[in-house]
Nanobody, 123 residues
Framework: QVQLVESGGGLVQAGGSLRLSCAAS????????MGWFRQAPGKEREFVAA????????YYADSVKGRFTISRNNYKNTVSLQMNGLKPEDTAVYYC????????????????WGQGTQVTVSS
């Protein structure tokens, strides 16, 4: 069982930065692939970024490549999403996800999900 709690969301102006964090419970955190998703009002949830259990392989949606960076600390049981160059279209609730299989994370079929944190980017 893995429980995920996101933090770090807030209101920022376009061009600004935010750093989201996801704290995971459970002794086997280092075995799980992790990911971030987002859902804007009236839209479907979409993939943002994912990272392998070892941290040596990352994937990004085209819309955030070069602006967002996912990282993890297996000693602290955390995964982070550094978001730079934020745009109004990045406004959404951001969710952390975990699964033993990275392909399920990327596909949005992760076993565990957090409750989400709101990110609002003003123009």
């Amino acid at each position: 069982q893995v429980q995920l709690v996101e933090s770090g969301g807030g209101l920022v102006q376009a061009g600004g930065s935010l750093r989201l964090s996801c704290a995971a419970s459970g002794r086997t955190f280092s075995s799980y692939a992790m990911g971030w998703f987002r859902q804007a009002p009236g839209k479907e949830r979409e993939f943002v970024a994912a990272i392998r259990w070892s941290g040596d392989n990352t994937y990004y949606a085209d819309s955030v490549k070069g602006r967002f960076t996912i990282s993890r600390n297996n000693y602290k049981n955390t995964v982070s999403l550094q978001m730079n160059g934020l745009k109004p279209e990045d406004t959404a609730v951001y969710y952390c996800a975990a699964d033993i299989r990275q392909d399920r994370v990327v596909a949005g079929r992760a076993e565990y999900w957090g409750q989400g944190t709101q990110v609002t980017v003003s123009s």
